[in-house]
């Protein structure tokens, strides 16, 4: 392989949140939790970062940039940085988004926050799926909105949306907004073309608001591709897709996502809410890694596959009730430990405090994720290596 993902990269002192800001994160409500472990002890497998340098590709023109040494107000000028955008989607997901429609946030989940203000109102409902990523149910929280849950599907071992429940709640007159995941987190699940048609007949018969966090489609497992959802949703206005290069290629620190609305008003209203500049080392990273960044990203994806080989066959031979599955999408796994783990506590502080290895439970998925817990194998395998022995130990010792 041309690029090193076996480099261990020292995080510490660096005001990474996954190095230094996991105890105000995972444990806000437990300020006097005694942990037995040094912080330089501890592995963290915790937050959606990678432990790998961006691609170098990236890190040189940066490195350009910065020589030129002039950082004023910022906005996108240049029709070539959309050409670059949509060369990469056209590429990889045979799909182009009119440049008429793209617009620019600090983040995903801010896009999601305003747009929420935006389409919907004090009284009215939004829907999620779960278990889910807890920035969207803290969304509509936060935003004094109703939130609407409904479970994944279990069917024949493979997770899958209640259609029937959906399309009996998107009946309702307050329902305006489905928040999707596609792919899924917390458990990469890449949605079929037949799934997004089926949800794109339920949302145009309601007239309910869709919004597609996109943010992990170019994680996908080597020779599995993406079906973007306004591929398959061809002409429904209601429509915004959401897109990142932050988790793809470990930029989320610099702040930038594009967001596709096809709604001209709600653009217009978007746009002006926003009101703001970008920056502009964003926009030069963002462009480098679309137009010099497939080669990382393929070895990447062949990392990651190894370490998702590796952790199936740990888990097959010493914890085989887990019944693991690679997933199709993310560089998350999200494992079922509820056969060796102890009942109703809290699986992040048991595993922080018996094992020293800091994680996700499922309960922080806002439901249904009891049992669960979700590890970020972003990271040399050594590391993995490290954690899972880490966890066979602690469970052994308790079973």
Known sequence: MKYNFDKIIDRRHTNAMKEEGWKNYLFSDKPNLNIPYHNDELIKMWIADM??????????????????????????????YYQIFNEWCAKNYDIIYPPNQITTSAGIVPAINLLIKLI??????????????????NAVKQNNRQLICVPLLNENDKMTM??????????????????????????????????????????QKNNVWLISDEI??????SGVVHNPTALIIKDYPKLITCMSVSKTFNLAG??????IIRDEELL?????????????????????????????????????????????????????????????????????????TPQDVDLTEWFATECGVLLESGSQFVQDGDGYVRLNLACPQEK???TLNRLLEGINKKL
């Open 51 to 80: 432990d790998f340098q961006t691609a170098p590709e990236i890190q040189q023109t940066l490195k350009k940039h910065i020589d030129h040494g002039i950082f004023g107000y910022s906005k996108i000028f240049d029709e070539k």
């Open 120 to 137: 919907t109102k004090e009284d009215e409902k939004i829907v999620i799926t779960t278990p889910s990523y807890a920035p969207f149910a």
């Open 162 to 203: 209640d259609f029937n429940e959906l399309e009996h709640i998107f009946k309702d007159e307050k329902v305006k907004l489905f928040i999707f995941c596609n792919p899924y987190n917390p458990n990469g699940i890449k949605w079929s073309i037949k799934d997004i048609t089926k949800l794109g007949e339920i949302a």
């Open 216 to 221: 992990h489609c170019d994680l996908l497992r």
């Open 254 to 259: 610099l702040l930038i996502s594009h967001i």
């Open 268 to 340: 217009k209203a978007y746009n002006e809410a926003k009101n703001g500049n970008e920056n502009i080392l964003s926009l030069v990273a963002c462009q480098a890694a679309y137009q010099y960044g497939q080669k990382w990203l393929d070895e990447l994806k062949s990392y990651l596959d190894n370490n998702f080989t590796y952790l199936k066959t740990f888990l097959d031979k010493n914890l085989p009730l887990t019944n693991f599955k690679i997933p199709d999408a993310t560089y998350l796994a999200w494992v079922n430990l509820a056969a060796y």
């Open 384 to 386: 993995l290596v490290q």
